[in-house]
């Protein structure tokens, strides 16, 4: 009798703490992404509100990189889910191709920029980078390269692919759902915030023509969305209450003995 009631005191206070403990949902836009083109190795596009990624017509390549602050999550918060929304702003005028694109973490710091398309007639082209914005071959122009122009697997970003989606045209969704990578990316920076460099938007297809997207940036007021899931760690007033509830149980059982 004695154990079985010590054990209904124990279940209740634990499920004390767990009232006081609900997962909650942050909604997070971009603090920086620009695109790096390969036919333009020198160009920057930070500043507009949109950004590219995959392979025009020409055959040349667009990277993109973006990067949220996961700071105003709750420190010791469990990740539970993630996910990745974005809306297509441009697409190739005739015989587009479809494709998946990978998302994968940027493993050095980059330099967002503020250029905006020196050429409404080419806007996707951006214009010359200035000292510390990233181009297709630096991170940082004028002092510090990427490891080969546009990024190397392995050095400049992951090898592991964080989250994958398919990728279509004008009005259809754009979402990376949550993966086990996708969340431990996110668990990373929370507890190294300085390796935070974001990720690099590819198409799977690089090799084909017209994968080639233009995605609403964060100047368009509607850019990319990250959604993450958690459950922030008790407060400790709540556990100490919960202890508290316990003790009271306790005295009372003791009591009535």
Known sequence: MLRGTFQVIAIASAYFIL????????????????????????NNLGGADFFNAGTSGN???NRALLRFDVSSLPA???????????DIVHQPSTGMEISFFDLRRVLQPWGEGMQ????????GLGAPAVPGEATWSERFAGS???????????????????????????GDPVMFESTS???????????????????????????????????????????????IDFTPVPEPSCIA?????????????????
């Open 181 to 227: 990578e996708l969340i431990a990316d996110i668990r990373a920076w929370m507890s190294q915030p300085s390796q935070n460099f974001g990720w690099v938007l590819t198409t799977e297809s690089e090799s084909i023509p017209k994968t080639a997207r233009g995605f609403a940036s964060r100047e368009s007021g509607f850019g990319p969305t990250l959604l």
């Open 116 to 123: 905006v398309p020196a050429d409404p007639n080419s806007p």
């Open 76 to 86: 010791g918060s469990l990740i539970t889910g993630a996910t990745l929304n974005m």
């Open 144 to 170: 510090a390269a990427w490891s080969v122009p546009g990024g190397q697997d392995g050095v400049d970003f992951s090898t592991t692919v964080s989250a994958t989606a398919f990728v279509q045209g004008l």
């Open 19 to 42: 009232c006081c403990v609900h997962a909650e949902t942050i909604s997070l836009q971009p603090v920086a992404d620009t695109t790096l083109f390969e036919i333009a190795p020198g």
């Open 59 to 61: 055959g040349s390549r």
């Open 241 to 257: 209450l919960a202890g508290v509830s316990f003790l009271v149980w306790a005295a009372v059982f003791r009591r009535r003995s």
